[in-house]
């Protein structure tokens, strides 16, 4: 017959070893989900500011065409202003709710929109997976088309 001192207790650690590799597992799963969900919380307001910056160029160019064709360049966008100031390199501080970068970007006379102005708007932010070298990895870029609205062909 076995010896059974000790036995109750390699069962305990055994059940316990157990235990702890369930709970990490939970973890890792709760962890990962909870990081999607802010990933897809993140995108979808980029998202939504992308498309709000789409809608102010093109009321910018439907007021006043004239005005709107001398835009062009890289134009930094902050929330709540229709401004687009001076033209940028690029723009490096978040301008939307302290967490985002909207850019602007204005190509007059654009191939890709048979000789109409391309607007692009790039809503990009920063979180825990960006490396230093690119701070701002995670980006959704929205791009259209704009015409003059106002003008009228000849027959």
Known sequence: MINPKGQTLIEALIALGAAVVIISAIAVVVITSVSNSDFSKYQNLATQYAQQGIDIMRSQSESDWTSFTVKAGTFCLSKG???????????????????????????????????????????????????????????????????????????
Not at 83 to 110: K, Y
Not at 129 to 135: E, G, M, Q
């Open 81 to 155: 202003t229709a401004n687009l100031g001076a033209p940028v390199t690029n723009c490096n501080t978040p301008n939307v709710d302290n967490f985002f970068v909207r850019e602007v970007i204005i190509t007059q006379a654009s191939a890709s929109c048979q000789g109409s102005a391309k607007v692009a708007v790039d809503v990009s932010w920063s979180s825990g997976k960006c490396s230093a070298s690119n701070l701002y990895c995670h980006s959704v870029l929205l791009d259209t088309c704009l015409a003059n609205i106002n003008s009228v062909s000849a027959p």
